[in-house]
């Protein structure tokens, strides 16, 4: 039985999930946040524990400050949502770039890909996926459809990228 | 009729491209710029006032100077042609890297992937795209049906990002 | 036929390959390499000849002083081979990224692509390719079946993109 509890304790660590909306006016509270209780329907779906949920504004120190705390607690996974566009205020990939200690740019690059099926401007997401020490941090786009299909795109692997990223005992030769 | 003239000078202000080709054949008057001009016949075609060509020779110093210009006018796109190869003197997308703020990989993947349906050789663009504060600068091969392709890959999204790039009244979250 | 001899020696240095295996438990002799004498089969198949074979450990410093000491001594191409997932070890694309002049994002890019068709899981490669003055360096992943798909998807590619960056006569414009 406690073994059981162990086994269930050390499984909800492994699968624990934050997820940072990053938009000025969310922040300001001017608009309701849609993205983010997406990005937190789809991590219950799919078995992930969310630990937290926050809003950012546009701001690379903000967005890196959130992102390197979450790190530091040692979550396994990080998604943020929003600020990958073009628009004039979106850094997150810039403020994503500066925590992260590896890139991991496949799992973009697939979101990319799968997002082009459904409307080309996927292209335009500047998404950066990379890791923080033993966290996996994901950009998503800011709307709720580019969101979804995005994590979609990647649902099989994110299980399986953090659980390597946070193994010690084997040779990933 | 005052507001129809201030409508068309600020659509053709947001639609306004210059063409830079890098040669050093060409910038010798070795070789003559045939793919300056497919890239300007083009652009034509497709609703952008062509406001500058140049040719600038496989330099990095001279590259980034003709892009860190062309920003500073403010145009909404600067549009390279060559120098994206592993010649020994291609050095394009390192000059693009020194002059952009934002990367926005998804073009120059979406450039690869469709001419990947062409030749296997399009995995070897190094083309990179990016953005200089309002200006999106975006790598094109060397090669008259390389360049050719790249941009009929991405033509619809090049308006949408340069206006997204631009706008300041909306929230991108 | 003595031209015959030089152009024989010519072209052998032209398709002259050394495969690095990135792996501790190679390295400390604790487990065999697998995956080397896989891509040196595959070098044989494909007309290069395997100048050298050797192992080092998961450290960036010893990977990125085994690449510099093979770009040196004007390898045409070096592939290296583990080393490229999200494991707490696997540094390959960090210490080949230190070691780089230019990136080639498109071969990663296509490897990763072919990968997906066999596996979700290839997109959590993070191999990184480049030229190192006159040498292309391209990592492979750790398993004997990813290196053998992802030198399957750009092995057309291989010698026309040594032979590019190889080449000092022509304009590549």
Chains 1, 2, 3 share one sequence.
């Not at 200690?101 to 979101?111: C, F, L, T, Y």
């Not at 990228?161 to 084997?170: E, K, Q």
Request: aromatic share 4%; hydrophobic share 45%; net charge negative.
């Amino acid at each position: 039985m406690v073994t059981l509890y162990v086994l269930r304790w050390a499984m909800s660590e492994a699968r624990a999930v934050a997820v940072v909306t990053v938009s000025d006016r969310s922040f300001r509270g001017e608009r309701s946040d849609v993205t983010g209780p997406v990005v937190v329907q789809w991590a219950l779906a799919n078995g992930w524990n969310v630990m937290e949920q926050r809003v950012v504004p546009d701001e690379v120190a903000q967005i890196s400050d959130a992102l390197l705390e979450l790190c530091a607690r040692g979550l396994p996974l990080v998604l943020t949502a929003g600020g990958t566009g073009l628009g004039p205020r979106d850094v997150t990939p810039e403020a994503t770039r500066q925590v992260i200690d590896r890139e991991v740019p496949g799992i973009a690059e697939v979101m990319r890909r799968t997002g082009a099926e459904y409307t080309p401007l996927a292209a335009l997401s500047r998404a950066l996926c990379g890791t923080c020490r033993q966290t996996l941090i994901v950009n998503l786009p800011g709307s709720p459809k580019g969101a979804s299909q995005s994590l979609a795109s990647v649902e099989t692997l994110l299980p399986h990228a953090v659980d390597v990223l946070r193994a010690s005992h084997f040779d990933h030769g």
